[in-house]
């Protein structure tokens, strides 16, 4: 079974989303494997972001990541990586297709509301980076039972 990870970003927790949020992934059936509230630092963020760090953005982009703290989820489910990411939509909430979290909640580039792990290789690396191994969970749900998922899925 395939995890991920998303953050829910400030601005999110900001307006109050957070909720609707995440009710968005339990009811597609994903699997809340770990939640947790906290504070990103400037170290953590030139690891998650070293990507785009020569991105003329990539100060305001920082600073919009410690203006409150983050929502840290890591969600479980066939193929989770991919099926996060569409759920996400495009990254620029203005070009993200409605029906997505970004297209129907978010106008910006950079204030998009989720952060989602965009392969299984950084899923991997990502989710290290923000939990410990004792923080992500394993339980009987949906994602462990035959009720959200034919058979020959699992
Ligand atoms: P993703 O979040 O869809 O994976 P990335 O290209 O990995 O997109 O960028 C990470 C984050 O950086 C975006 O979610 C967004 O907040 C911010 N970002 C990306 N491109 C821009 C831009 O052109 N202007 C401002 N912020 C941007
Ligand atoms: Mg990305």
Redesign the pocket.
């Known amino acids: 079974m395939e995890r991920t990870l998303v953050l829910l970003?400030p601005v999110t927790l900001q307006r109050g989303l957070a909720g609707e949020v995440i009710k968005r992934f339990e009811q597609k059936g994903l699997k809340i494997a770990g939640m947790k509230m906290m504070q990103l630092t400037d170290e953590i963020l030139n690891e998650h972001?070293s990507?785009?760090a020569d991105?003329?953005?990539?100060p305001?982009?920082k600073l919009?990541?410690t203006r409150t703290p983050v929502i840290a989820l890591c969600l479980e489910g066939v193929g989770a990586v991919d099926v996060v990411?569409q759920l996400?939509g495009?990254?620029?909430g203005r070009k993200a297709l409605p029906g997505t979290i970004?297209g129907d909640l978010s106008m910006?580039?950079?204030?998009?509301i989720?952060?989602?792990?965009?392969s299984l290789e950084s899923a991997s690396v990502e989710l290290k980076r923000f939990f410990r191994e004792e923080e992500i969970f394993s339980y009987e749900g949906i994602a462990a039972t035959d009720y959200g998922y034919a058979d020959d899925e699992l």
């Open positions: 970003k972001y990507h785009l991105r003329p953005f990539f305001g982009l919009s990541m990411r996400a495009a990254t620029n970004r910006s580039g950079q204030q998009n989720v952060h989602a792990s965009d």
